[in-house]
Nanobody, 128 residues
């Protein structure tokens, strides 16, 4: 089992910045990738960004490229999402996810069902 705890959400004005953090604990040795997804009211949970745990390769949704940065600290078992130039449409509950499997392939990063552990979510609200 892997436990994930997010922190860092809140209310910010458009154009502002926030940093989300996710701390992983438990059987973290099997984590292949970690990602951030978000879910706005009445919408599906969408991919935001992901990072390969061992190599550090990063992947982003087109809507956040150039504004968001995902990073990880393997020693601390944490993954951060730095969000700049926030827009009202970024408002959502943000979820941290871990793919703890024997292997991982590059086409899986954006696929919600490939992540088998999820955090409780943290609210991000961007006012206009």
């Amino acid at each position: 089992q892997v436990q994930l705890v997010e922190s860092g959400g809140g209310l910010v004005q458009a154009g502002g910045s926030l940093r989300l953090s996710c701390a992983a604990s438990g059987r973290t040795f099997n984590i292949q990738a970690m990602g951030w997804f978000r879910q706005a009211p009445g919408k599906e949970r969408d991919f935001v960004a992901a990072i390969r745990w061992s190599g550090g390769n990063t992947y982003y949704a087109d809507s956040v490229k150039g504004r968001f940065t995902i990073s990880r600290d393997n020693a601390k078992n944490t993954v951060d999402l730095r969000m700049n130039t926030l827009k009202p449409e970024d408002t959502a509950v943000y979820y941290c996810a871990a793919g703890a499997r024997s292997w991982w392939i590059s086409t899986w990063y954006e696929q919600r069902d490939k992540y088998n552990y999820w955090g409780q979510g943290t609210q991000v609200t961007v006012s206009s």
